[in-house]
């Protein structure tokens, strides 16, 4: 199993630009996440899906969509980035709910924008 | 909702001490408490986690103990090894949209 894998490791932006970061699982958990983490700070999370054509935001959505068509695949859209989404992002997916499951981790996109 | 500190934000120790991480939550509500590595560049990763029906667990060098009263846990890192090092996350929550990480603690485990 490749566990989870994000795309692309790096990207740099610049204000106003959009883009999508890829995330897929092979565990075939029917739960993922996306989080940001800022320097120093623990993990924020934006948005989440609880199965395929169900997701919900979390702590901080605001700027960014979800999609999720497939159990495999859960994209980020960052639509007009703003220098404040300089951050990385890292995509997990868990076979039960956060609260009750280990999360697994991609290794993480580490977005800058200018 | 659920708010989740950490303390401290670094700890330096010497190869064989003990380390101790300690983590205190808000919501009573929460009954899942995990502790993830993250080594540099990479993904954090589970090492140990605890249910609020339980009080202590112990996995080899590391251990976790859960003070629901207080609504603090701590994490026990024994015998410290070099390969320890990493910043390490508390997290607490009951439900997806209300799990918490704490900011982090960078171990430091001087050779």
């Not at chain 1, 404040?84 to 993480?108: E, I």
């Amino acid at each position: 199993n490749a566990g989870v894998t994000q795309t692309p490791k790096f990207r740099i932006l610049k204000i106003g630009q959009s883009m999508t970061l890829q995330c897929a699982q092979d565990m075939n958990h029917n739960y993922m996440y996306w989080y940001r983490q800022d320097p120093g700070m623990g993990l924020k999370l934006i948005y989440y899906s609880v199965g395929a054509g169900i997701t919900d935001k979390g702590e901080v959505p605001n700027g960014y969509n979800v999609s999720r068509s497939t159990t495999e695949d859960f994209p980020l859209r960052l639509e007009l980035a703003a220098p404040s989404q300089t951050s990385v992002y890292f995509c997990a997916s868990s076979y039960r709910l956060a609260d009750t499951d280990t999360q697994y981790f991609g290794p993480g996109t580490r977005l800058t924008v200018l | 909702g659920e708010n989740v500190e950490q303390h401290p934000s670094t700890l330096s120790v010497q190869e064989g001490d003990s380390a101790v991480i300690k983590c205190t939550y808000s919501d009573s509500a929460s009954n899942y408490f995990p502790w993830y590595k993250q080594e540099l560049g990479k993904g954090p990763q589970l090492i140990i986690d605890i249910r609020s029906n339980v009080g202590e667990k112990k996995d080899q060098r590391i251990a976790v103990t859960l003070n629901k009263t207080a609504k603090h846990f701590s994490l026990h890192i024994t015998e410290t090894q070099p390969e320890d090092s990493a910043v390490y996350f508390c997290a607490a929550g009951d439900n997806g949209q209300n799990f918490v990480f704490g900011p982090g603690t960078r171990l430091s485990v001087l050779p």
